[in-house]
């Protein structure tokens, strides 16, 4: 086989004895390069985003993390409490993000077949709602499902006024113990209610002007409260 001049026949192999061409060398080269290199430098893997998970919270953790935080009264509270066992006995496992209209729309059917009162169950809806608007507060939560919810359905019941008969006090005075007696005159003549009574002090009570002040409120709004005759003479035996 000829050869011009100048041309580089490569080496020769050491087994065959052939040479080794250009094209020969250049890929044993390239594999010799191929086999050395770091092998993350073999492939271009792309880069995986790493997903991350949220933390999903159950209806339950978000009622028991509202009592903890929220601001409320006594009363309030306990028909709260009232308000969150019914939930919680409903859904127990239920998570923030799972309750929707048709979770709402099972909850109140459930509460109807057990012969509960729209009105109370209004009342269990408003405190989910009240719990749902913390939850996004806390960043548990994007959305409140109450506020989707239309409560046309349930009928709220007009406010009804009723009074004590004079027989009914009476009897009602006759069975009270003599602890008793003075928070149900003050009751009725002043028509305060319990939580008012039983927070009363010395200090709110002006028998020069013959009312009382009232600072601390079901609205949060302060009032003046009248006295009769029959409220001053309780309230002096109390304070004499």
């Known amino acids: 086989m ?13 087994q065959t004895g ?12 390239l594999t010799h390069r191929s086999v050395n290199r770091p092998i993350l430098q073999r492939k271009q893997f792309k880069s995986v985003p790493r997903v991350s998970r949220v933390r999903r919270y159950t209806l339950a953790e ?7 935080e ?13 308000n969150a066992k019914n939930w919680v006995a409903s859904f127990p496992r239920l998570h923030l993000d799972e309750v929707d209209r048709s979770v709402l729309a099972r909850f109140v059917s459930g509460r109807k077949d057990k ?11 408003a405190f989910l709602g009240t719990v749902f608007s913390m939850a996004i507060s806390w960043g548990w939560v994007e959305t409140n499902p109450v506020t989707a919810l239309s409560k046309k359905f349930l009928k709220e019941s007009p406010p009804r006024t ?8 009476d009897r009602l005075y006759a069975a009270s113990s003599e602890t008793l007696k003075p928070q149900i005159v003050l009751a009725v003549e002043t028509g305060m209610r319990k939580e008012e009574l039983l927070g009363l002090t010395i200090d709110a009570i002006d028998l020069r002007r013959r009312e009382i002040h009232l600072q601390e409120t079901k609205t949060n709004s302060p009032r ?8 001053i003479a309780t309230i002096s035996d109390l304070i004499a």
Request: a positive charge; hydrophobic letters at 30%.
């Open 2 to 14: 000829s050869t011009s001049v100048g041309e580089y026949q490569g080496l020769p192999d050491l």
């Open 18 to 29: 052939d040479r080794r061409t250009n094209s020969n060398a250049a890929k044993i080269k």
């Open 62 to 68: 978000a009622i028991e993390r509202f009592f903890h």
């Open 70 to 82: 929220a601001t409320i009264k006594k009363g309030t509270r306990r028909t709260y409490r009232s």
């Open 115 to 125: 012969g509960v009162t729209d009105t109370t169950i209004r009342r269990d809806i």
């Open 162 to 169: 009723r009074f004590l008969t004079r027989r009914e006090f």
């Open 224 to 231: 003046r409260v009248p006295l009769s005759d029959v409220a």
